[in-house]
């Protein structure tokens, strides 16, 4: 059989105790998500597998498709799994305070391979949104780690103002939450570890307190904060606007808004997700349905030319590469 690709992806729906409701709007349209849902997985080959949505292939999981054609996906010498996962987080209620360890750490503590980085790029905020990214100005190590004794922790975090189109790079070690109120679209390693400093006394799904890794939390946390919303830079002139939202040493995630036929390339030969938030459009010459709001595309690392065909009015994309 060819190596296939593109692919498109159906969407994963977890109930959160955390989670909004519903979606607002216009996002209410594009995932059919349950009441209740907080997270949309779009891309993930663990824990939470990703189907593809149709043609021949339809309704074998990620982790399968990338176990038959690990290096035409993921690229010359990288076989094995999904190092990224993308995710929508739909924010009802603030989510515990936690911080995640990098990949020696991860390794030290854990046994296993990645830690976890990771970003956010804000689709909706309510007016007074805001998230906790690090710590306040001067803040030390002793400091937190008496407050986190003594059940004082939320007066050291430094909570940010969110709006829609901003978007925040969260390396390993960050303390961090998300605020109500908010959908983002997360982009991550693919890992789970994560350490909770703080769960605001609220029980879980089950009725009872969530446990807390204090600890280990401590331990690699790093001293900084405020944050604040990274800066893009713009990658390309002219009809199709291309922005770096963010780069980090496991991922990169971009905006396009793509008026004319475009092939996304910036980057080089690496495993991407196309996830379009507006517009229409097919891929020239594949056999597939055409690209509407909401879906994300899995675009091998092997396959070479591939061109998007946006419809009268464009298409703006995320571009998530691993």
């Not at 009802?92 to 990771?118: C, F, I, M, Y």
Request: glycine share 12%; aromatic share 8%.
């Amino acid at each position: 059989m060819t190596p296939p690709g593109p692919l498109l992806l159906a969407p994963v729906f977890l109930d959160k105790v955390w989670a909004s409701p519903g979606l607002a709007a216009p996002w209410n349209g594009l995932w059919p998500a349950p009441p209740n849902t907080g997270e949309i997985w779009l891309a993930s080959d663990r824990h939470h597998v990703t189907p593809v949505a149709w043609g021949p292939l339809a309704g074998l999981g990620l982790n399968e498709v990338l176990a038959r054609w690990p290096q035409w996906f993921l690229g010359q010498g990288r076989g094995g799994s999904l190092p990224i996962l993308l995710k929508i987080l739909n924010v009802g209620q603030w989510l515990s305070v936690q911080v995640h360890p990098g990949d020696v750490d991860a390794r030290r503590l854990e046994n296993v391979t990645w830690g976890k980085s990771e970003s956010w790029h804000v689709l909706w905020a309510a007016p007074g949104a805001e998230i906790i990214m690090g710590l306040k100005q001067g803040v030390d190590q002793a400091q937190v780690a008496a407050a986190t004794a003594q059940g004082g922790l939320p007066e050291l975090l430094a909570r940010v103002p969110a709006k829609a189109g901003h978007t925040f790079h969260l390396p390993a070690g960050t303390v961090h939450a998300t605020g109500p109120g908010l959908v983002i679209c997360e982009l991550q390693q693919a890992s789970d570890v994560t350490y909770r400093f703080y769960d605001w006394d609220r029980p879980g799904s089950d009725g009872k307190l969530r446990p807390l890794h204090q600890d280990k939390a401590l331990a690699v946390m790093t001293l900084a904060g405020p944050g604040a919303p990274q800066a893009s830079r713009r990658l390309s002139e002219g009809p199709n606007r291309l922005e770096l939202l963010v780069e980090d040493p496991h991922f990169a995630l971009l905006k396009a808004q793509v008026r004319e036929p475009y092939q996304p390339h910036w980057g080089g030969r690496r495993l991407r997700l196309v996830t379009v938030l507006a517009g229409q459009g097919q891929w020239h010459g594949a056999q597939t349905p055409d690209l509407a709001p909401g879906q994300t595309w899995l675009l091998p690392a092997g396959q070479e030319g591939l061109t998007l065909l946006p419809a009268p009015g464009g298409l703006t994309l995320l571009e998530s590469l691993a």
